[in-house]
T-cell receptor, first 109, second 113 residues
């Protein structure tokens, strides 16, 4: 069965420190993975997707098929990065997404 | 520039009451989804609609029904609300196999007492 695991419920980091949010998945097919972010009082929005290999707001994520991981990284955290982050896996041709439980990131000055 | 619009934003129901959550999108997307968001559980798919006139169950469909009224609108109905349905509900839409991802509504916070 498809599964997305985000092992950390809460990550607290200092401004300027590196931050890494872990995401592991289980899926027998070819995975398509996404990171979504929800800032306080805002709707969920797409942060980045593995297929585009892009960097958004300083965040990057690399798909590691061997380790079945898609960790999100940023070398220098900013206070505006404080938010809830969800890893998501597209599980079929209709694009249904399966989400992880989410990681709350708190960046303190 | 509305994107995905959900109504209402907040609702309190008594156990056994019914209600319909409304969702409309103006991006000409074929696919629409209803998720519920619960602490520690992330977002779980309730129902989805791959195109106008079709609907399918997701991971947690029990206690819910949906209607894809037309291409724009996808409603979620609770026939007899239960406290376990207290949650934040999100509607989303996407183009077919759209790897640019979903567009989400702002959510409906539902409390069942």
């Amino acid at each position: 069965a498809q599964r997305v695991t985000q092992p950390e419920k809460l990550l607290s980091v200092f401004k300027g420190a590196p931050v890494e949010l872990k995401c592991n998945y289980s899926y027998s097919g070819s995975p398509e993975l996404f990171w979504y972010v929800q800032y306080s009082r805002q709707r969920l929005q797409l942060l980045l997707r593995h297929i585009s290999r892009e960097s958004i707001k300083g965040f990057t994520a690399d798909l590691n098929k061997g380790e079945t991981s898609f960790h999100l990284k940023k070398p220098f955290a900013q206070e505006e990065d404080s938010a809830m982050y969800y890893c998501a896996l597209a599980t079929d041709s209709w694009g249904k997404l399966q989400f992880g439980a989410g990681t709350q990131v708190v960046v303190t000055p | 520039n509305a994107g995905v619009t959900q109504t209402p934003k907040f609702q309190v129901l008594k156990t056994g009451q019914s209600m319909t959550l409304q969702c409309a999108q103006d991006m000409n997307h074929n696919s629409m989804y209803w998720y519920r968001q619960d602490p520690g559980m992330g977002l779980r798919l309730i129902y989805y609609s791959a195109s106008e006139g079709t609907t399918d169950k997701g991971e947690v469909p029990n206690g819910y029904n949906v209607s894809r009224l037309n291409k724009r609108e996808f409603s979620l109905r609770l026939e007899s609300a239960a406290p376990s349905q207290t949650s934040v509900y999100f509607c989303a839409s996407s183009a077919d196999r759209d790897l640019t991802g979903y567009t989400f509504g702002s959510g409906t916070r539902l409390t069942v007492v």
